[in-house]
């Protein structure tokens, strides 16, 4: 039963939730929350550009098939379910909350637990750091690009170039200092890779609070009532199916092999909270930034929970088959 539990991370959301609930930050605080954020996302990506080794990068990038099938998972099935399946899922939900659901299906793969998961599954595990790392980055141009088009045809305006040349600016800027700065600093980021996860959640909390601070104080909970956030777990289990299916059936049917498959799989049905929630913070000035990222954080531990099963149940059918072919040659 431990696999269904919350982990330390989530419990940490649902305290800023909470704190945010009965303390909001308003005036100078929220200010200086708002400018300690952008600090800490900034140094972020720095760190993520230091940590990435363009040694794996080309040594995956022959495997262009898989990554292809992953970014168009990512950044073509996902819109497209959002699209397709409104006439069944916005009335779950509220139109805010809507709007959320398309800015999570806009948004990047996750990196670290593509990655973990492909690992536990025994999967492509450097075409996943690829592939990962790829949507990643390919996604602080293409989200907001995917937002502008989504936004405008569910007639809500349209996206100002200015948010996303902000995007480039807070995130894509620091990445890149970061890979040019990988050669001097780069070994000592990855044997240190305990305090990129402490500036990747401490920047996540601090979006969280600076956000749900300001929903809050606007009438948050007023507005989403428990049938209202019960229908959105329904959504995002509805779009996480889609997409497990559609990925690992999709991998069988262009003659991936099983690791190949599992790496789709893992890699193509996440969406990034590390990414997500930075981005919402520039792209939806002026919305109602807590409802806008509810969405991605209940994803977040569904696609966690559900994945963490699924990889095991992975793992054990690789063990039972080698077993089975260990088994076979003995015989003869």
Not at 104 to 118: D, K
Not at 206 to 232: D, E, H, I, N, R
Not at 248 to 274: H, M, N, P, Q, W
Request: proline share 5%.
């Amino acid at each position: 039963m431990r696999r269904f539990l919350p982990d330390g991370f989530t419990l940490s959301l649902v305290g800023t939730v909470l704190l945010a609930s009965f303390l909001p930050c308003r005036g100078v605080f929220a200010e200086a929350f708002g400018a300690l954020t952008d600090i800490a996302i900034a140094l972020l990506f720095f760190l993520h550009g230091a940590k990435l080794s363009r040694e794996a990068v080309v040594a995956g990038m022959t495997h262009w098939r898989l990554h292809l099938t992953v970014l168009a998972s990512t950044f073509v099935l996902f819109p497209l379910l959002g699209l397709l399946l409104k006439p069944v899922l916005s009335p779950l939900v509220t139109p805010d909350l809507y709007l959320g659901i398309l800015f999570l299906c806009t948004l990047p793969s996750t990196v670290q637990s593509s990655i973990a998961f492909t690992s536990i599954a025994r999967g492509n595990v450097p075409a996943a750091i690829v592939s990962a790392s790829a949507s990643s980055m390919l996604g602080i141009f293409i989200t907001p690009l995917l937002v502008g088009a989504l936004i405008a045809g569910s007639g809500q305006g349209g996206l100002s170039w200015h948010a996303v040349g902000a995007i480039v600016l807070q995130l894509f800027v620091p990445f890149l200092a970061g890979q040019i700065a990988q050669r001097w600093i780069g070994g000592w980021v990855r044997k240190h890779a305990a305090m990129l996860t402490f500036v990747d959640r401490g920047s996540i909390l601090l979006v969280v609070y600076t956000a749900f601070s300001a929903a809050v104080l606007q009438g948050l909970w007023k507005q989403l009532p428990v049938p209202v956030l019960g229908g959105l777990v329904v959504v995002n289990v509805v779009l996480l199916a889609c997409a497990l299916l559609a990925t690992r059936y999709g991998a069988r049917a262009l003659g991936f092999s099983r690791d190949d498959e599992i790496t789709i799989v893992f890699c193509g049905s996440k969406k990034s909270l590390a990414s997500g929630v930075p981005m919402a913070k520039v792209l939806f000035a002026g919305h109602p930034l807590g409802l806008i990222v509810l969405p991605i954080m209940l994803f977040h531990q569904i696609q966690l929970m559900t994945c963490a099963v699924l990889a095991r149940r992975y793992a054990v059918r690789r063990e039972a088959a080698s077993a089975n072919l260990v088994a076979s040659t003995h015989r003869r």
